[in-house]
Nanobody, 117 residues
Framework: QVQLVESGGGLVQPGGSLRLSCAAS????????MAWYRQAPGKQRELVAS???????NYADSVKGRFTISRDNAKKSVDLQMTNLLPEDTAVYYC???????????WGQGTQVTVSS
């Protein structure tokens, strides 16, 4: 069974930084576009950033210039470096893996990020 396990969430002050990591297992990692989504209380889940197997990246406008997504195909991991965090970045962050044809899609269990003074 495919597993995506996130780590690195926590409480941080506005302006601070956090690095989220997602470790994948039991998938042919290079075949998947990896992404981070987030869901704040009372809001819909939204795409934060994605990265294809060829390392093409895409970011939500709200995080451009502050967040960086990267992947290590050998380690089957994807990271999200978050800087200059804002209170509105508070959410549960989810790791996602999806094949290009969208036939296969997997989610991690989520990790809480809270930005507060």
């Amino acid at each position: 069974q495919v597993q995506l396990v996130e780590s690195g969430g926590g409480l941080v002050q506005p302006g601070g930084s956090l690095r989220l990591s997602c470790a994948a297992s039991r998938i042919i990692f290079n075949f998947y576009t990896m992404a981070w989504y987030r869901q704040a209380p009372g809001k819909q889940r939204e795409l934060v950033a994605s990265i294809t197997g060829g390392a093409t990246t895409n970011y939500a406008d709200s995080v451009k210039g502050r967040f960086t997504i990267s992947r290590d195909n050998a380690k089957k991991s994807v990271d999200l470096q978050m800087t200059n965090l804002l209170p509105e970045d508070t959410a549960v962050y989810y790791c996602n893996a999806e094949t290009l044809n969208r036939a296969l899609n997997y989610w991690g269990q989520g990790t809480q990020v809270t930005v507060s003074s």
